[in-house]
């Protein structure tokens, strides 16, 4: 059973342009939540997606980011505009559906460097 | 706000000794808790977790933890410390009552292993 899947696991961005970052939920798991996690800090929870629905985005910037997870294919974390404070590495993680005991397991990241 | 501290940002120590690394959380119910850590350009991995029950809670790798109400700690430890595990180590808190979304993390511990 392969794990969380991210990529590109490395991205570079001139400031003004896009960055997608894709995520592949472990197979049978249908909850995404996507983190950033700044230089030297702990992760910061982003977002809380089910299929074809966002739960939670009250960790998201409003504006230049969105997030979604279709019905088929991964989760999409979108940045339009980049800029240089959006330098960080943004992890992935997925849990199946259940409540109280599952777990997220986490992806190995997308580290996003803006020029 | 609810809030995770760790207060160690670095921690050196010997190989075949022991470790503990500090957690503390702010909240007045008993959150659950969690442990990760994370290799140099890796994912997290999860080491242990806490819900309920006996509070003391053995991991993967060697590692325990111990919860304690009456401190607001969740203190990492493992008595006799490989080369391998050198790392950065994050505590995570659930507030979201059991959910298991939201995670709050800490800054992270770095932990260096001399030989």
């Known amino acids: 059973n392969a794990g969380v899947m991210q990529n590109p696991r490395h991205l570079v961005r001139r400031r003004g342009q896009e960055a997608r970052l894709r995520c592949s939920p472990m197979?049978?798991?249908?909850?995404v939540y996507w983190y950033r996690q700044l230089p030297e800090e702990g992760l910061k929870f982003m977002v809380y997606?089910?299929?074809?629905?966002?739960?939670?985005e009250s960790g998201m910037p409003k504006e230049r980011f969105s997030a979604e997870f279709p019905k088929e294919g991964p989760s999409i974390l979108r940045i339009q505009q980049v800029v240089r404070g959006d330098s960080a590495a943004y992890f992935c993680?997925?849990?199946?559906?259940?409540?109280?005991?599952?777990?997220?397991?986490f992806g190995p990241g997308t580290r996003l460097l803006v020029l | 706000a609810q809030s995770v501290t760790q207060p160690d940002i670095h921690i050196t120590v010997s190989e075949g000794a022991s470790l503990e690394l500090r957690c503390n959380y702010s909240y007045g119910a008993t959150p659950y808790l969690f442990w990760y850590v994370q290799s140099p350009g890796q994912g997290l991995q999860l080491l242990l977790k806490?819900?309920?029950?006996?509070?003391l809670v053995q991991g993967i790798k060697g590692f325990e933890a111990e919860f304690k109400r009456s401190q607001s700690s969740f203190n990492l430890r493992k008595p006799s410390v490989h080369w391998s595990d050198a790392a950065e180590y994050f505590c995570?808190?659930?507030?979201?009552?059991?959910?298991?979304?939201?995670?709050?993390f800490g800054k992270g511990t770095l932990l260096t292993v001399n030989p």
């Open positions: 197979k049978g798991h249908s909850h």
């Open positions: 997606l089910q299929k074809e629905n966002i739960i939670d």
């Open positions: 995570a808190v659930d507030y979201s009552g059991g959910s298991n979304y939201k995670l709050t």
């Open positions: 806490y819900f309920s029950g006996d509070t």
């Open positions: 993680a997925s849990s199946p559906p259940g409540q109280l005991s599952e777990t997220q397991y």
